[in-house]
């Protein structure tokens, strides 16, 4: 999951590319709004003279002469925004914009990567992993019930309500999801709709199946230097993303550390009130006995726990062929 040097450079050649085009549009903007208004030009000059002037007089303690550049500049000023204010300009039109105002398009807010960055990450390894491409086959356009009947079919019609639910509810509820049912009966496809939704929105989400999430979780803890970016970037990765999905819980290799992360990864998010998103093939007493009753709290307390009903998708799709 943490980038590789390569996939780093093209970020940060992306936000060299945001600051180019970003001054080439100031230089634009301004030399067309200095034909504009050929006064404005001189009348910068001169503000700009003067706050030098003031910081000249600051150091000498001259508080009249100060007193009285702050009028002048304060006159000036009034100008400047007469003038701008006639040809429907604003005073931020003379200033450098940012594709990100937050980070100003360097990607980091102080030493921390700023919430943009995160999500060209994100986005930079669904489509090297392909994701993107599947998330256009699978998502709620392309739900289709046709699979489902009878009471089948009302039940999963309202997990659909619920997973639609807990989109519109994301950013102002806390919640999380565990789909349970057996092998085909849709949780991944649901999951991925539900993925799709949030990253349309700029929601950052990680997406993991469970032997992905153990074994990238394997790397960082017994890594042979804990110190490097996989360790470093792995917990912030799936600690902080905006929606943690774990797919296909329980088809991993069961062990001691695989369930104390699992806790970890679950305690977390939830202190930190982010959501995550979990399927599994495994009923809850399979959970429980797999995972541990503590785990098993966790799930109870503070997930929405929906049942996929029916037989294997993936086998009606392929009879019917």
């Known amino acids: ?17 945001c600051q180019a085009d970003n001054r080439r549009k100031l230089e634009e903007r301004l030399e067309k709004i200095h034909r504009q208004i050929p006064e404005l030009a001189g009348l910068e000059d001169s503000i700009t003279a003067l706050q030098v002037k003031k910081v000249c007089l600051s150091i000498e303690g001259d508080e ?7 009028k002048t500049l304060v006159h000036l000023n009034k100008r400047r925004l007469e003038l701008l204010s006639a040809y429907d300009y604003a005073p931020e039109d003379l200033e450098l914009g940012y594709t990100c ?7 980091y807010i102080g030493s921390q990567k700023c919430h943009c960055f995160l999500q060209a990450e994100i986005e930079l390894l669904y489509h090297q992993s392909h994701l993107k491409q599947v998330l256009d086959r699978e998502n709620f356009r392309t739900f289709s019930y ?3 009947e009878g009471e089948d079919l009302e039940i999963m019609k309202r997990n659909v309500m619920e997973a639609r ?14 789909l349970l049912g057996d092998v085909g009966t849709g949780k991944t496809f649901l999951s991925n709709c539900i993925a799709k939704e949030l990253l349309d929105t700029c929601h950052s989400v990680v997406y993991l199946t469970a ?12 890594g042979s230097n804990r110190s490097d970016d996989v360790y470093q970037q792995t917990y912030p990765y799936i600690f902080d993303c905006d929606l943690l999905i774990i797919d296909d819980l329980g088809t991993e ?3 001691s550390f695989t369930v104390s992360q699992l806790f970890l990864c679950i305690n977390e998010r939830i202190l930190r009130k982010k959501s995550t998103l979990i399927s599994s093939n495994l009923d809850m007493e399979s959970l429980r006995n797999t995972y541990s009753e503590r785990t098993l709290s966790r799930i109870i307390s503070y997930y929405t726990i929906r049942q996929l009903p029916g037989k294997d998708i993936r086998l009606k799709k392929k009879l019917s062929q």
């Not at 105002?101 to 990607?107: A, E, I, S």
Request: aromatic residues 18%.
């Open 211 to 222: 032997f992905e999430l153990f074994e990238l979780l394997s790397k960082a803890v017994f």
């Open 253 to 255: 290799l069961p062990n």
């Open 101 to 107: 105002p937050d980070c100003r398009d360097t990607g």
């Open 165 to 178: 639910l807990f989109l519109e509810h994301f950013d102002n509820q806390f919640q999380n999801l565990l």
């Open 64 to 70: 009249e002469a100060m007193a009285h550049s702050q």
């Open 146 to 148: 046709s699979w489902y």
């Open 1 to 17: 999951m943490p980038l590789t040097n390569t996939q780093y450079d093209s970020i940060m050649r992306f936000y060299a590319q």
